[in-house]
Structure formats: C-alpha cells, structure tokens
Nanobody, 125 residues
C-alpha cells in the first residue's frame, strides 16, 4: 500500500519562501517519478514540478527559477523549495507518485496513480 504524506504548507507574504515535503512509503518499484501539483477551487489541477528516480527534473513555466524540487532516494522523500512566492501561487498543493519508467517526467494528472492528501499554501500580497 503506497502512501504519500505531505507537510510544510502554510501562509506567507509575497516574496517569502516555503518548503514542502512529501514522504512516500510502500514503494517497491525500481523506476518511479514524483511530482507536485496544485489546485485552486474551480480550476484544473496543474503540475508544478516533477522528478524521477534518476534526478531528472521538470518545471512548469510559471515557477521556473523560483521553485526547486529535490529528492532523498534513501528516504523516498521529495521536497519543493518555493522562493519569491506570489499571490497566484496560492493553492492546495498535492504530492503525486507512480512507479513506471518514463523518459520525461509526466505532467498529466492521469499519469499518477498515487496522491497525497494535500497541503494548503497561501500567499498574501
């Protein structure tokens, strides 16, 4: 049973920083990829950043240069360092994971089988 547990959300003023973490348990596959998505009410859930087992990363254009995704393979944990936060970054952030080989970290929601419960990030102006 794969479980993803997020932590680190909260409230911050514009220009500030937050760090999200996601710990995965129950993963037994050799290949895997994990990502952060975010969603605001009334809008589609969108990918923010992703990383695979080999450390290949991918970022949405809206967060390039401000967010950094990293992983600790030994602990099956990924983190999202969010700097220079903007009010438009306000959303529920979800950790997602899947255990298949892929050449490019996918950004489609349907590519992820496992999801965390979400953690709220609020950025005030």
């Amino acid at each position: 049973q794969v479980q993803l547990v997020e932590s680190g959300g909260g409230s911050v003023q514009a220009g500030g920083s937050l760090r999200l973490s996601c710990e995965a348990s129950g993963f037994t596959t050799r290949h895997s990829y994990m990502a952060w998505f975010r969603q605001v009410p009334g809008k589609e859930r969108e990918a923010v950043a992703g990383i695979d087992t080999y450390g290949t990363t991918r970022y949405a254009d809206a967060v390039k240069g401000r967010f950094t995704i990293s992983q600790d393979n030994s602990k099956k944990t990924i983190s999202l360092q969010m700097n220079s936060l903007k009010p438009e970054d306000t959303a529920m952030y979800y950790c997602a994971a899947d255990g298949r080989f892929t050449a490019v970290v996918p950004f489609s929601r349907s590519s992820y089988k496992y999801w965390g419960q979400g953690t709220q990030v609020t950025v005030s102006s």
